[in-house]
Nanobody
Framework: VQLVESGGGSVQSGGSLTLSCAASGIGNRAYSMGWFRQAPGRELEGVAN???????TYADSVKDRFTISRDIIKNTLLLQMNNLKPEETAMYYCAAARAGQSLNRFQALETDHYRYWGQGTQVTVSS
């Protein structure tokens, strides 16, 4: 499984970005997939998860502003981010759990449950 993120960039506070994660090598299996971010000097933080059943989990800090979705035909995971804040400047990573594994809402934003990771895409939000 390979994951390649794109869509990062620089925006002003209050702006929007859509991140994409192209997945390859997944065949016809379903994967629980998520977005994480890491700001300079801080730990990796779970942002959102889309589970194998289509249910979504969000970090409290991004609820009502971020939307995670999947383009099944293109095998792409998306993260629509609205009303971005300067403190959300970070490297954003896409990740996938083991094939067929479902993550509950307690596991969905924890890094330990993910097996595959992309290389990240930088998001910079200026004030």
């Amino acid at each position: 499984v390979q994951l390649v993120e794109s869509g990062g960039g620089s925006v002003q506070s209050g702006g929007s970005l859509t991140l994409s994660c192209a997945a390859s090598g997944i065949g016809n299996r379903a994967y629980s997939m998520g977005w994480f971010r890491q700001a300079p000097g801080r730990e990796l933080e779970g942002v959102a998860n889309l589970d194998v059943d289509g249910s979504a989990t969000y970090a409290d800090s991004v609820k009502d502003r971020f939307t995670i979705s999947r383009d099944i035909i293109k095998n792409t995971l998306l993260l629509q981010m609205n009303n971005l804040k300067p403190e959300e400047t970070a490297m954003y990573y896409c990740a996938a759990a083991r094939a067929g594994q479902s993550l509950n809402r307690f596991q969905a934003l924890e890094t330990d449950h993910y097996r595959y990771w992309g290389q990240g895409t930088q998001v910079t939000v200026s004030s």
